[in-house]
């Protein structure tokens, strides 16, 4: 299994500032992924992000409003850019544990913005 | 596009009673079906999951899960819920990508609340 821990765990920001959260894995893994949780939804994927290679971006998420930073196989970062109310939701990191668990995903424990 | 639905919202029952919660799926393949539960704070936790073979799957907890293609279903259910079993419950097929991981579609949840 993974041990996955994300800071902030929450945080208020003001609208047109921008958020990094940091998303950090106890052992070495190849692929993240990062997720949003808006009020009351369901987890879409934001991207995947795997070490040494651009993040790969899901439809409807660009590069500008989320980057993604990979700079080794235990550590991510997620940047909410230009924020606004909309940004509101819980944003998960998960990390695919590999052929060792079936390639089962493990989730940090959420990171939940406010926007004001 | 794969997807998910889960029809209920919010479902009540008592400590002690059985549990179903119910899960539809689209996907045009076959499909490698999830369950995971996220408590209050808490990362999503896998339950089980579906990939081939027996179409009954035994998760942790004392939950299972039953395939059935006929119907695109996969409904999961306990025979004697407990109070620590208050959570929200997603469910969600998974489609392989690259490096043999899984790119997940989610349902927006099912939140179970149990009364003593």
């Known amino acids: 299994s993974a041990v996955i821990s994300q800071k902030p765990s929450r945080d208020i920001c003001q609208r047109g500032t921008s958020l990094t959260i940091q998303c950090q894995v106890d052992?070495?893994?190849?692929?993240m992924f990062w997720y949003r949780q808006q009020p009351g939804q369901s987890l879409t994927l934001i991207a995947t992000a795997n070490q040494g290679s651009e993040a790969t971006y899901e439809s409807g998420f660009v590069i500008d409003k989320f980057p993604i930073s990979r700079p080794n196989l235990t550590f991510s970062t997620l940047t909410v850019s230009n924020m606004s109310p909309e940004d509101s939701s819980i944003y998960l990191c998960?990390?695919?544990?590999?052929?060792?668990?079936?390639?089962?995903?493990?989730f940090g424990p959420g990171t939940r913005l406010t926007v004001l | 596009a794969q997807s998910v639905t889960q029809p209920d919202i919010h479902i009540t029952v008592s400590e002690g009673a059985s549990l179903e919660l119910r899960c539809n799926y689209s996907y045009g393949a076959t499909p490698y079906l999830f369950w995971y539960v996220q408590s209050p704070g808490q990362g999503l936790q896998l339950l089980l999951k579906y990939f081939s073979g027996d179409t009954l799957v035994q998760g942790i907890k004392g939950f299972e899960a039953e395939f059935k293609r006929s119907q695109s279903s996969f409904n999961l259910r306990k025979p004697s819920v407990h109070w620590s079993d208050a959570a929200e419950y997603f469910c969600?097929?998974?489609?392989?990508?690259?490096?043999?991981?899984?790119?997940?579609?989610f349902g927006k949840g099912t939140k179970l609340s149990v009364i003593p």
């Open positions: 969600a097929v998974g489609k392989l990508s690259g490096a043999g991981s899984y790119q997940l579609t």
């Open positions: 998960s990390v695919d544990g590999g052929a060792g668990t079936y390639n089962e995903q493990f």
């Open positions: 052992s070495q893994v190849t692929m």
